[in-house]
């Protein structure tokens, strides 16, 4: 099975604290710590796993400038086929819909049976896989947390509410957003990563992908981030901040007090 | 300004209360409209859905196709792209049907979509000024969306306060034959319930409740010996059970359990509002979080900015005493 991976480098939300610029209007990007986006890294995962039981290919992509090499190199590492970086200065400042349009572009240009993307970045937004199946006008499904493949089909769960599990059969080609906690994910070490520090990571630019001046990239979007800001606060915490042995001994009387050792 | 169509969730005959919150979304973006309902579903219990909203929308557009029975977001899709004129702005719950539904729609409409959105601050002319959150609620952003051409707007759940009813006495209009034929392929099979899980953390008074803070696996019996002392139970928010820490069935959250302890003592979580959507009830909320900027803080109660596997230990030492109960 011929399976695509889109995977995206973010700032690490548990290797930083995301604040406000001095200016106020962007986070403070000095000393973030990128890493890929972690239910991206999950969608690699179950890729060289159906791979691993069925036979194929994994391919990992990402729309990124020079810096998405790095994320790529990590997906070989854990054991993807070949990775391609699209990048392009006319990408940057795309929406969702506008790295979809990219995507798509890099799928025409092959033949993937099972294209695999996280179910959400860092934005939240999870919008891409969605955007890029109808944009094939493939079968979608969104939070898959299992897959089997069957008689050229796949069944897939999906999470739901409540922690009960939506069962779908969905044909191929189709577009799958991944759920984080659908397996382990390998763990990669920087030996791994030193083992793939010499394969080559090709680029592709729009011209080599098609992509029209105002199909993507800022001049595209019509969806678009003015700011970032911290909203003023309705409510906040009462922060106690006596000794730790103090704290401790208010939090068991407010934990008394309000019922909770009843 | 375009027509506003709010896509309404039901069950059994009963539409979901989150009809009222899009009502909301929808004066939003323009005090004066009047939003049209849309309900895709079959059957008797369909009709007694569709009909209940009359009493607060005008206008109910109902689609009924034996293949919609169940909600399938790509028959959902299809029939929606067939009826909605052009231009429209279609709101709907960013839930799991939302995010199978909404990115999708846009696209088929030759339209915008506004992903999770927590507020609506208003248009002016075609340009719509949203309120969303990234980096797990660490930071708002301020978004400008283009409508000329129509915009899909997936709302958080329970961002915006409901209207109260309008009392409105609105007709059911049935789009059913201009939806025609609907084929899929992706078809549902069935539910798998939840499994029961060792623990019910649903019958609680007190939780201690534990989040990506906690660090390690072996860490977690910093909080069991705590919730031991305390009769209480440990639950967890979801990094936890994807690391395969503890089982699903001590998951609170949107996607796992719904708890209404008297007190929850959060240990470590952020806060996303995945995870407080899942407790209810009001319970006294405390929060135990080495991020001062820790989401949770701005919901909680009492907060401690503290290491967790520092503090953990001293509490449950401090709690032998208070309970009576011998140091090991």
Known sequence: ?262 | MARIFAYILHRGGVTDDSAAELIAAAKAIDPTSSPTAILAGWGPDFDLACNSLTASFNDVWKVANQALAYPNAELVRQALVRILPPESIVLALHDHFGIDLAPGLSIKLSAQFVSDVLAIEGADGSSLKLIRQEFGGQVSAHVMCDISAGAVINIRPGAFKPQPRLVTSGKVIDKSAEVGALTARRRYLETVVAEAGDVDITKHSLLVSIGRGIQEKDNITLAEELAEVLGAAVSCSRPVVDAKWMEKSRQVGSSGKTVKPKVYLACGISGAFQHLAGIKGSPFLIAINKNPKAPIFQVADVGIVDDLLEFLPELTNKAREFRGVAAK
């Open chain 1, 1 to 262: 099975m011929e399976i695509m991976v889109c995977a995206r480098r973010v700032p690490d939300t548990s290797e930083n604290e995301i604040e406000l610029s001095a200016a106020g209007n962007d986070i403070e990007r000095d000393e973030l710590v990128y890493s890929v986006n972690e239910a991206d890294n999950y969608a690699v995962e179950e890729a060289l796993q159906i791979r691993g039981r069925i036979g194929g290919n994994v391919t990992v992509v990402t729309v990124d400038n020079e810096e998405g090499e790095e994320i790529l190199r990590r997906q070989l590492a854990m054991g993807a086929n070949q990775a391609v970086l699209l990048s392009d200065e006319s990408f940057e400042g795309s929406d969702g819909k506008g790295i979809a349009t990219i995507l798509k572009a890099f799928v025409d240009k092959g033949h993937y049976d099972l294209i695999l993307t996280g179910v959400q970045a860092d934005d939240g937004a999870a919008q891409v896989g969605g955007m890029l199946a109808a944009m094939l006008d493939y079968p979608f499904a969104s939070l898959v947390n299992s897959i089997t493949v069957e008689d050229g089909k796949l069944k897939v769960s999906r999470e739901i509410e409540g922690g009960n599990r939506e069962i779908n059969e969905i044909d191929l080609p189709c577009v799958l957003s991944i759920q984080t906690g659908i397996n382990e994910p390998r763990y990669v070490g920087m030996r791994g990563i030193r083992q793939v520090a010499s394969v080559t990571i090709p680029t592709l630019g729009a011209s080599d992908l098609g992509v029209s001046q105002g199909s993507a990239g800022k001049s595209a979007a019509k969806v678009k981030r003015v700011d970032y800001f911290v909203p003023g606060l309705s409510k906040c915490a009462e922060i106690l901040k006596g000794s730790r042995e103090d704290n401790a001994q208010k939090i068991l009387e407010l934990v008394e007090a309000k019922g909770g050792l009843n």
